[in-house]
Structures are given as structure tokens and as C-alpha cells.
């Protein structure tokens, strides 16, 4: 069966160092699945695209292509979230997002973190500020985070090995987590309900006992 896994990227610009690091972890898990005999896809939420139902969310009900994207979540083997830090924690919209996500979308769900920023002394927003709050909301966060400063996007980036260590260190783990778990099946919600046919032959047998005195 083939994987799921979808990453959340709440970058703001075209281009965008938060996506590119979500491209490349998502890259990182896909190499690491297939070594595994594992097939995955790959589906990419930009939220800056969703800003306005996030809003409407919010206040009222979720627009379609937002439900959309909360059923993508819901079906994912695999989350991977990522935003850029601002005054050392998550940006507004990526929080957002989270709050308007329905209760229990997360519970239990592997979540791979990064996050990308100024200097590498914000990295620790990984655990004081982002580990929390899906620990709030009972996902399974992997022990691996990724974190990108400015300085890991230089001239030569892809000389830089720390970074791209980290980043295979971090597919690899999520690739793991995913392989050892079944496929994530998504109930269907009206699975259970009775067709017309069947709710009318019940009606008919509920009153032919009523006649009979049952």
C-alpha cells in the first residue's frame, strides 16, 4: 500500500527557505522508504495559499479546499511541519493552522518538525516552543527535528554537511517510524449508514410487529 505523507510548509515568500527544507526532508523520508521496499507520496500544503479559510475558519466554518486539506492530514502516514521562527517561536499562520484543524486530527500521528531562522541559537524553538504545542495536541513527534539558519542556505549549501547529515538523519527516522506502523486507513463516515431501501424494509417490519401486537 502505498504511504502517505504530507508537508505542511508556512513559508511566506516564492521561494521559500522553510519549503525548500521541507522539500528536502520530504526527499530525505522518500529515499529512505524506497530502501525499505516502501512506495510514498508526497502532497505539500503551502499555507500562505490558505491564509484567507484559515481566517474564515476561525470565525465561522472551513472552506472547501481547507476541509480538503485537513482530510490530507487526516489520511497522512506522515506529517512533516515546518514554519519559520519569528521572535523565537512559530509564525501566526502556522499556529493558525493548527487551531482550526479539527480535535483528534493529530492524535497519534508521526509529525517530523523544522523550522528555519536568523542564527543557530534559535534552533532550541524546536523543543521550547513547537514540541509542545503538537504535544498539546497528542500527536507522536519524532525525537529528530530539523532546524536551518541562514547561514546553512550559503553559496555552497549543498557542501554544507551538517545540514544535509541532519536532514537524512531526519527522513531516515521518519521513514522508520512510518515502516514499522500499518497504512493509515481513513474510516469512512457514512460507511455505516443504512441505504433508503434498508431503513424502509425496517420501518415496514417495525409496523407489521405494531399490527401483530409484538
Known amino acids: 500500500m ?7 510548509s508556512a513559508g511566506l515568500r516564492e521561494p521559500s527557505s522553510t519549503s525548500l527544507l521541507g522539500e528536502r526532508l520530504a526527499e530525505a523520508t522518500l529515499t529512505a ?4 521496499g516502501s512506495v ?4 505539500v500544503v503551502e499555507l500562505r495559499h490558505h491564509g484567507g479559510d484559515i481566517m474564515q475558519a476561525m470565525t465561522s466554518f472551513a472552506p472547501e479546499a481547507l476541509r480538503a486539506v485537513f482530510d490530507r492530514v487526516a489520511a497522512a502516514d506522515g506529517v512533516i511541519a515546518l514554519t519559520p521562527l519569528f521572535n523565537t517561536s512559530y509564525s501566526g499562520l502556522f499556529k493558525s493552522f493548527f487551531d482550526v484543524l479539527p480535535e483528534g486530527s493529530l492524535a497519534g500521528k508521526l509529525v517530523l518538525l523544522g523550522a528555519t531562522g536568523g542564527t ?3 534552533s532550541l524553538a524546536l523543543d521550547y516552543a513547537l514540541r509542545p504545542m503538537f504535544a498539546y495536541l497528542h500527536a507522536d513527534v519524532l525525537t529528530t527535528g530539523v532546524f536551518a539558519a541562514t547561514e546553512d542556505w550559503g553559496a555552497a549549501s549543498d557542501d554544507v554537511r551538517p545540514l544535509t547529515e541532519r536532514i537524512t538523519r531526519a527522513g531516515e527516522s521518519l521513514a522508520e517510524a512510518i515502516a514499522a506502523r500499518p497504512a493509515v486507513v481513513v474510516a469512512d463516515e457514512f460507511a455505516s449508514t443504512a441505504s433508503f431501501e434498508e431503513m424502509f ?6 409496523d407489521d410487529d405494531f399490527e401483530n401486537g409484538l
Open 201 to 206: 424494509s425496517r420501518l415496514r417490519s417495525a
Open 33 to 36: 522508504l524506497a530502501a525499505r
Open 40 to 43: 510514498a507520496e508526497v502532497e
Open 120 to 122: 543557530p541559537r534559535h
Open 2 to 8: 502505498t504511504r502517505r505523507i504530507v508537508v505542511i
